[in-house]
Structures are given as structure tokens and as C-alpha cells.
């Protein structure tokens, strides 16, 4: 693997005084795709978060393809356009058409024309798979196509990482796959993926590498095969016989 | 319109029953000559009334968003300069505000080499737009913080700066919620545009004080003046109301 595309080394935060990320260390290599996973409050969205600076880190370093993540706006601004961002609400814009959602960014941060643009969303509506709902507000959709234009939102910008927040999480159980069916296409086609979720079906199938997180630290990373077979941590193993049971 | 016919009533009713020693409507009774040219010199203020209002509404409007967007930085030091002016500006009742503006400001205009004369139109104007700010700055706080933080970090994450997100995702939200209050206070502008009488402002108050203190007939023509009001301002309410209700059928779309 060559350089990583995202370098985390002893990354530190505190909201206020809860110290919510502990000595993060997590590298990611291009084209690999990161499963984070573990119990709600342990801190992987906040790690998702920090790596595109909706959140600060007060200590460590952040590097994105070898760039150091600082305050300067020029800085953030240069790092927002190599990562896309999936959230768990979706967080589409309501007041515009889904053709408006897609090009929105595109037009005006990246300066594309407007026909470039919607050529751009087009394609990339396509392949999520909802190439005929362009012209329809978001509230029309359901949840499940609701994220598949929020990934395809992302995918116009174009971006060298995807950072995936709890995507299913707000989904109805019916809509669960289809969300991740887009996802795993996009795995497939070499995408850099860091991926916070509970579905561990998708984790086995895509992930590279697994990364375990408790009250702020990671506490176990490494391939799949490893991490659901024989977890080294006695709270890795509660937690995914937890996840796991049912 | 119902509504507006029963609190029009007892004034009708008050009029009717009086004995015309007692009254005397022949001030404002348009079918006597001076009637008609009385009834004429009141209501012509209207178009002064009328213009100070919108005009300071819409310098209040647009000087409510500069003062609000501070307001709503992360950073502390721009949340005080907003919290210093809203607090400022909204204790200060208009009247003396107004006397400030119009006597005060020029001789500070005056003392930096400016020579900027302050009219009673202009002194109005600045003076409602000023206290009108602080009340839409607080309109615009609220309505863009009902919009969901989750909207500006997707914004963010497809590359817009801070003044592209309020531009094309934040305040086209949250339009539909500020609207219909913004436009209630400007009832309150208008209302309060009364108070340009007193630095000479020909709006509908100054001239019923300038025909009272010939006429001697104070009753009648504060009733007219005092329906001239209820007429405008029921007609802005009635406007507000369609207003909210097409924001509100757009909501639910």
C-alpha cells in the first residue's frame, strides 16, 4: 500500500473536560475500507467527524494524503473537497429538488457549469440506482432512496474518501439493503471507505480492516477474519455477542 | 371582515346617539366644502406614513440580518457585539431615540467634518429602522437556529463556505419561518411611525395635531386619525395572515 489516504496519530479531544477521543491511531489506506464499530457514546462518530474538521481535535495529528489537518480555513476548505460525508439523518436539503441537492456543490464550490453539473448527477443518480426521481423533493422519497441521494450528493464532489456516519441507522429494517448494496458497489469499485455501523453483514463482506471502539479508545483492530473469530478484548467480545445474538 | 365591522360598531353607535351640540362631525363631514378639504389634508399624510414605514422596514430588515449572523458565530467575542446591540437598542424607547437622531446625530456628523443634515424624513426613517433592528435580529436568531445543524454540516461537506451556505441552504429554510414574523413587526413600524410627528414629519399624526389646534374639535379628529391606523394596520394583518398561510401550505408540501 502506498501513502495512506487518512493518518490519525495520537488524536486527543475533549468536550469541555469529557474526554471523549483517547490516543486515536488509525491508518487507512487508499482504496481500503474501515468498519468502526462499538457501543453508542464510544466515540467513532466522533472520530469520523474530526477527519473532515466537523469536529476539532485539540492534540494529535490528522493527516489526509499526507496533508496535515490544521485550523487554517484554506486548510479545511482543501480537505473538505477530498472527503464526502454520509450522515446518519440523511441531511439532505429539503427546499431543493434532488437534481438541486446533487449540483449544488459542485456549481458552486467547484465552479462546474450547470450543464456539467446535472450531467455529473445524473450519472451518479444512476449509480445509485434512482435515475428517475431527480425532479422530486427529498420528503418525497423514502428513507432508503432519501441516503442513496445523499451518497450520490456526496459522489459529485467527487471525493477520494467517503466517510459514512451510521448510515442505516435511521432506516427502516425494509430499507436497510438497499442502501448497502450501494455501498458494497462502491467498496467494490475501490473507494476509500471509513464506515461507522452496527451491520456487521456489510462489515464482513467489505471491510479491510475493523476497528473496535470503547468510552474513547480504540481497543481492537484488524482484519475481519480475526476480529469476529477470536477477538483478543473481553469488551470486543461482549459487544459483538451483543450485536450478534439475534 | 366580520371582526372588523364589530370593532368598527361602538364608534358608529357613539356617533349616532350624540346630540350635535355635543359633537361636531361638520370638521370631517365630507360633504360640507371645509369638511372635504379637511378630511383631504388628514388623509393625505397616509402617503408619508406609508413610505416611512416600508422604507425603514426594509433598512430593518436587512440591518436585522448583519446583526443577527454574528449572533449565531461560534465565537464568543461576536456573540457579545450581537447580544451588546440587541440589549442596547431595545431598551432604548423610541422617543428619545428619535430626539437623539434627529438633534444628537447631526452635531456628531458636524464634529467629524461631515455635513450630513438629518430631515424629519430621514430622522424618522433611521430611527424606527434602528429600533426596529434589534427585534429582527432577534426574528432572524430564532429562524435560522430552528434550522438543523445537520443542514450546515452538509453544506460544509460539499464544499461551502460559510456565506454560501447561509446563502443557498440555511436562510432559504428559514425564510418560511421568519417571514410571517418580520411582518408582523412591521405593524409595530407603522404604528410607531406616530411618533415622527413630534420632530415635524407631515405624516396622519401631525396633521390631526395641526388640525386639532385650529379647530378645536380634538375628538372627532383623533377618531379619524385614530380609524386611519386601524384601517392600515388591519390591512398589513390581513396580508401577514395570507402570507403565513401560503409559508405554511409550502411547509407541508
Keep these: 500500500m502506498s501513502q495512506a489516504a487518512i493518518e490519525m496519530i495520537g488524536v486527543n479531544k475533549w468536550f469541555d473536560t469529557f ?3 483517547k490516543n486515536i491511531d488509525l491508518k487507512v489506506g487508499s482504496g481500503e475500507k474501515v468498519v468502526i464499530c462499538g457501543p453508542s457514546g464510544s466515540g467513532k462518530s466522533t472520530v469520523v467527524r474530526c477527519i473532515n474538521k466537523l469536529e476539532k481535535h485539540q492534540e494529535g495529528i490528522i493527516r489526509l494524503g499526507g ?7 484554506k486548510s479545511v476548505e482543501a480537505i473538505r473537497s477530498e472527503v464526502g460525508m454520509v450522515f446518519q439523518q440523511f441531511n439532505l436539503f429539503p427546499h431543493l429538488s434532488v437534481l438541486e441537492n446533487l449540483t449544488l456543490g459542485p456549481i458552486k464550490a467547484r465552479g462546474l457549469s450547470r450543464k456539467d453539473a446535472e450531467e455529473r448527477a445524473r450519472h451518479y443518480l444512476e449509480r445509485v440506482r434512482i435515475p428517475d426521481q431527480a425532479d422530486k423533493r427529498p420528503a418525497q422519497l423514502s428513507g432508503g432512496q432519501q441516503q442513496r441521494v445523499a451518497i450520490a450528493r456526496s459522489l459529485c464532489m467527487e471525493p477520494k474518501v467517503l466517510l459514512f456516519d451510521e448510515p442505516t441507522s435511521a432506516l427502516d429494517p425494509e430499507m436497510i439493503s438497499e442502501v448497502l448494496d450501494v455501498m458494497v458497489s462502491l467498496a467494490e469499485d475501490g473507494m476509500t471507505m471509513v464506515v461507522v455501523t452496527h451491520e456487521m453483514g456489510f462489515a ?16 481492537e483492530q484488524g482484519p475481519p477474519e480475526h476480529f469476529f473469530t477470536k477477538p483478543k478484548s473481553e469488551r470486543c467480545r461482549t459487544f459483538l455477542s451483543q450485536i450478534l445474538q439475534h | 371582515m366580520k371582526r372588523t365591522v364589530f370593532m368598527l360598531l361602538p364608534l358608529l353607535v357613539l356617533a349616532g346617539c350624540s346630540s350635535s351640540s355635543t359633537w361636531g362631525w361638520y370638521v370631517i363631514d365630507p360633504r360640507s366644502e371645509t369638511g372635504w378639504i379637511n378630511v383631504k389634508f388628514l388623509l393625505s399624510g397616509m402617503g408619508d406614513t406609508i413610505l416611512i414605514s416600508v422604507i425603514a422596514a426594509v433598512i430593518s430588515i436587512a440591518l436585522g440580518l448583519l446583526v443577527a449572523l454574528p449572533g449565531l458565530s461560534t465565537k464568543r467575542g461576536w456573540r457579545i457585539v450581537n447580544r451588546v446591540y ?8 423610541l422617543l428619545p ?49 430552528s434550522i438543523a445543524k ?49 420632530i415635524g414629519m407631515q405624516e396622519l399624526t401631525r396633521r390631526a395635531n395641526e388640525l386639532v389646534v385650529t379647530e378645536y374639535r380634538p375628538l372627532e379628529i383623533y377618531t379619524l386619525l385614530v380609524l386611519e391606523y386601524l384601517v392600515l394596520v388591519l390591512i398589513i394583518s390581513a396580508g401577514v395572515r395570507w402570507l403565513e398561510r401560503r409559508m405554511g ?3 407541508r408540501q
Excluded at chain 2, 86 to 93: G, H, K, N, Y
Excluded at chain 2, 157 to 184: E, K, W
Aim: charge should be negative.
Design chain 2, 249 to 251: 401550505a409550502d411547509e
Design chain 2, 97 to 145: 431615540m428619535l430626539f437623539w437622531v434627529f438633534y444628537g446625530l447631526p452635531i456628531i456628523f458636524r464634529s467629524m467634518g461631515i455635513n450630513v443634515p438629518i430631515d424629519p424624513f430621514w430622522g424618522a426613517i433611521i430611527t424606527l429602522a434602528l429600533s426596529d433592528s434589534a427585534f429582527t435580529a432577534e426574528i432572524y436568531r430564532a429562524g435560522i437556529q
Design chain 2, 150 to 198: 445537520g443542514q450546515s454540516e452538509a453544506a460544509q461537506t460539499v464544499g461551502l463556505n460559510y456565506f454560501q451556505t447561509m446563502r443557498y441552504v440555511i436562510l432559504p429554510q428559514a425564510i418560511r419561518r421568519i417571514l410571517p414574523p418580520l411582518a408582523n413587526q412591521f405593524i409595530y413600524i407603522v404604528k410607531m411611525s406616530a411618533f415622527a410627528s413630534v
Design chain 2, 86 to 93: 440587541v440589549e442596547l437598542v431595545r431598551s432604548i424607547p
Design chain 1, 67 to 73: 496533508v496535515e489537518l490544521t485550523n487554517d480555513p
Design chain 1, 19 to 21: 474526554h471523549v477521543l
Design chain 1, 204 to 219: 464482513r463482506k467489505v471491510a479491510d480492516k475493523m476497528v473496535f471502539m470503547d468510552a474513547g479508545e480504540i481497543v
